[in-house]
């Protein structure tokens, strides 16, 4: 009974500190598109533009307020961006295709690059500043 309790204890020990290396690994880079979207008015009214009704640059005053922003693509779904809102907030309404990580410990997307589609053209462009 000893021996195969500490050979279950032995294996578990493995499986843990091998989890813990694979999870402390380099997180994958990867590339994600779509409309950039003030969370607040996307949530309530699924607005992906920065102009909502007769509200002028609402996307934009939500973003420089600090509410959260995300990416919305063609089919609707959406990634948490991990940015500091203000910095963004002239880019609401506008596609981008941004490179970088999803979060270790979480789904939101932290960018590394930025790329905005201009006439039909992506356009590589500096990521706004922030304080990383």
């Keep these: 009974m000893k021996k ?4 279950f204890l032995a294996v578990t020990i493995i499986l843990a500190v091998s989890g813990l290396v694979l999870a402390g690994g380099k997180m994958k880079q990867t590339t994600v598109s ?3 979207v003030d969370l607040k008015c996307y949530a309530a009214m699924g607005v992906t533009t920065n102009d909502h009704g007769e509200m002028k640059k609402c996307g934009s005053m939500c973003a420089e307020g600090g509410l959260p922003l995300g ?3 063609e089919k609707g779904n959406m ?3 991990g940015v500091p809102s203000p910095a963004y907030s002239k ?3 506008k596609e981008l295709r941004l490179t ?3 979060g270790k410990y ?3 997307f932290i960018p590394k690059t930025m790329e905005i589609k201009v006439d039909g053209k992506w356009k590589k462009t500096k990521l ?3 304080m990383m």
């Design 34 to 36: 779509g409309t950039l």
């Design 4 to 7: 195969a309790f500490s050979l």
């Design 71 to 73: 990416l919305v693509d």
């Design 79 to 81: 990634v948490l961006l």
């Design 91 to 93: 880019l609401v309404g």
């Design 128 to 130: 706004p500043k922030t």
């Design 100 to 102: 970088g990580t999803y």
């Design 106 to 108: 979480s789904k939101v």
